[in-house]
């Protein structure tokens, strides 16, 4: 069975780019429940009027770890291509990551992913 960590990304600052004008929620891991899953919270808001302020933040020395659900994160680079701000490098880095969660989740279905206090922890990062 799926649980919800299958479908949160860990991003980095390398990941947010001031030129997309789509924003997005950044959250991070705040506990693991009763079933020892992972519950993720809304940290900030990700807008291009903030962008400085974040990506200084997650290059900070003692930064937590950060990550977007898939939801956002294809709209992030579908909206990105929209205007025109598109680089190959973003396509390969989504191929590569979209990919990666399908492997994670065949393996965790044939595994029984029981026991994992892990979350799926791919970064999503402009190569």
């Given at each position: 069975?799926?649980?919800?960590?299958?479908?949160?990304?860990e991003i980095n600052s390398g990941f947010l780019n001031k030129n997309c004008?789509?924003?997005?929620?950044?959250?991070?891991?705040?506990?693991?429940?009763?079933?020892?899953?992972?519950?993720?919270?809304?940290?900030?808001?990700?807008?291009?009027?903030?962008?400085?302020?974040i990506k200084k933040m997650m290059e900070a020395d003692d930064c937590?770890?950060?990550?977007?659900?898939?939801?956002?994160?294809?709209?992030?680079?579908?909206?990105?291509?929209?205007?025109?701000?598109?680089?190959?490098?973003?396509?390969?880095?989504?191929?590569?990551?979209?990919?990666?969660?399908?492997?994670?989740?065949?393996?965790?279905?044939?595994?029984?992913?029981?026991?994992?206090?892990?979350?799926?922890?791919?970064?999503?990062?402009?190569?």
């Amino acid at each position: 069975m799926d649980t919800i960590a299958h479908f949160y990304r860990e991003i980095n600052s390398g990941f947010l780019n001031k030129n997309c004008g789509q924003g997005f929620e950044v959250s991070y891991l705040a506990e693991y429940d009763e079933n020892d899953d992972p519950v993720f919270r809304k940290f900030v808001d990700y807008t291009p009027e903030n962008h400085e302020k974040i990506k200084k933040m997650m290059e900070a020395d003692d930064c937590m770890e950060f990550f977007i659900h898939e939801t956002d994160l294809k709209k992030y680079y579908k909206n990105f291509k929209m205007e025109g701000h598109f680089d190959m490098r973003i396509l390969v880095n989504f191929i590569k990551l979209l990919a990666d969660a399908a492997a994670a989740r065949v393996s965790a279905s044939r595994s029984g992913a029981a026991g994992s206090r892990q979350p799926n922890k791919q970064t999503a990062a402009s190569a």
